[in-house]
């Protein structure tokens, strides 16, 4: 489990959260500029806490009095960002299989399950929007992660899309078991996709 | 080795040593925190602003048998001035600062949060640069390439100084223009400013035809 107690300044906000993700996935709702993606993107790696520690299971990733500090390659995070973000130049198999942590049984059994099947040596570029959501929740789940964390998984596509696209990312992520953070700000995701509901308000996680 | 010749031979040379420098410039630059980096960049840039005569004084001074490198060289049995690798290292100079800024620009553009992907799924710095930077910058890199080739092709100011106007084996397209006009054989120089101006012409139509056309799309499937 992953346990964390840390600030990060931001030039637009400091954010603050102290808890503990659990299994199961966990929707993270706030306006625009909040903190949400702040949040995620330091239990990932990406941002340095300004103090504070975030721990997982026994390894601590960071700790700012310690000086202790674990780099995203070495955390074993899936993360998905917002926007496009399949690897265009490469196919959906070079895609999914980027991180050396999987197997080739594992990229078959994705490509199965994600319905890429027929994709395999296709370019990712130039996939439709849904077909590039699977392909980079495939890729996250084949480097065998301790916890997914998707920023706004559904905001590049289009409305009529989104639902398909959603019930397909979850019942994904509940048949891995992955415990996950699923950031967003469309309020009517929340029931749709979560187990617990937490939010961030002005930087401040609340954690009910 | 006629001037045509020479001047493609040290452009490609001089391309070869600028892609590889380049690239490694970029790829430092982009990743280290230095608060000096502005001052650095603008170093590296210098040589696309000032007058080659000058680069190619500052050239001739590290270069030449009189001063410790140049000296060191010489003892190695590497002779850079009046030497054909003085006319690669000249257009190398002068075209690196080129390549260096569209292709840092190029870089600037992918979008991060592929990069930050990668680095998520345990790729290193290095992997990442060539595995998901490079790639996606390819037009830019394209576009460095051909301009700074073009740029090398026409290198004249810096040349003339480390390496002399020696025919056959420094004498270039633009040193033997140079020639032929002092000798007043005009045709001769016409004849060599066609050349060098159909060539960098279909150079730089190249940019266009391979970036903005069909080629190397990433919508093909494989």
């Known amino acids: ?208 | 080795m006629s001037p045509f010749w020479l001047s493609l031979w040290v452009a490609s040379i001089a391309l070869i040593i600028v892609i590889i420098t380049g690239l490694g410039a970029c790829y430092w630059m982009n990743r280290c925190k230095w608060g000096g980096m502005a001052i650095l960049d603008a170093l590296i840039t210098l040589p696309l602003v000032l007058p080659p005569v000058v680069v190619g004084f500052a050239l001739l001074m590290v270069f030449t048998p009189g001063y410790a490198f140049g000296a060191w060289l010489e003892a190695h049995g590497m002779s850079v001035v009046f030497a054909a690798s003085g006319a690669v290292v000249a257009s190398s100079v002068i075209a690196f600062p080129l390549f260096y800024q569209t292709v840092r620009s190029a870089l600037q553009s992918v979008d991060h949060n592929m990069e930050d992907v990668a680095r998520t799924l345990g790729a290193s710095e290095l992997r990442i640069f060539f595995t998901i930077s490079v790639p996606l910058a390819w037009k830019g890199i394209l576009t460095g390439s051909i301009l700074a080739f073009c740029r090398a092709m026409g290198e004249f100011g810096a040349t003339i100084l480390i390496a002399g106007n020696i025919p056959k084996v420094t004498r270039t397209m633009p040193l033997a223009i140079y020639s032929y006009v002092e000798a007043g054989q005009y045709m001769d120089a016409f004849e060599l400013v066609v050349y060098i101006c159909v060539l960098t012409l279909a150079l730089l139509s190249g940019i266009h035809l391979i970036t903005k056309g069909s080629l190397f799309r990433h919508t093909e499937n494989n």
């Open chain 1, 1 to 208: 489990m992953i346990t964390f107690s840390f600030t990060v300044a931001r030039p637009s906000v400091t954010v603050k959260a102290d808890g503990a993700l659990p299994s199961g996935i966990t929707v993270l709702t706030g306006q625009s500029g909040s903190g949400k993606s702040t949040f995620i993107k330091c239990i990932a790696g990406l941002v340095k806490p300004t103090t504070g520690s975030i721990q997982c299971d026994e390894t601590t990733w960071v700790d700012r009095d310690k000086k202790i500090w674990v780099p995203a390659q070495k955390r074993q995070v899936g993360y998905m960002p917002q926007g496009n973000i399949v690897f265009p130049h490469l196919s959906v198999e070079s895609n999914i299989t980027y991180s050396k942590r999987g197997t080739p049984e594992m990229c078959d059994k994705l490509l199965q399950r994600l319905g890429l099947e027929k994709y395999r040596k296709t370019k990712a570029g130039s996939l439709s929007g849904g077909e590039q959501q699977r392909v980079a929740l495939g890729r996250a789940l084949y480097s065998k992660p301790t916890i997914l964390l998707l920023d706004e998984p559904l905001s590049a596509l289009d409305w009529n899309l989104r639902k398909q696209v959603r019930e397909d990312l979850v019942s994904i992520i509940r048949e891995w078991d992955v415990p996950c953070v699923w950031v967003t700000h469309d309020e009517s995701e929340v029931e749709a996709v979560g187990d617990r509901h937490w939010i961030c308000e002005n930087g401040q996680i609340t954690i009910p």
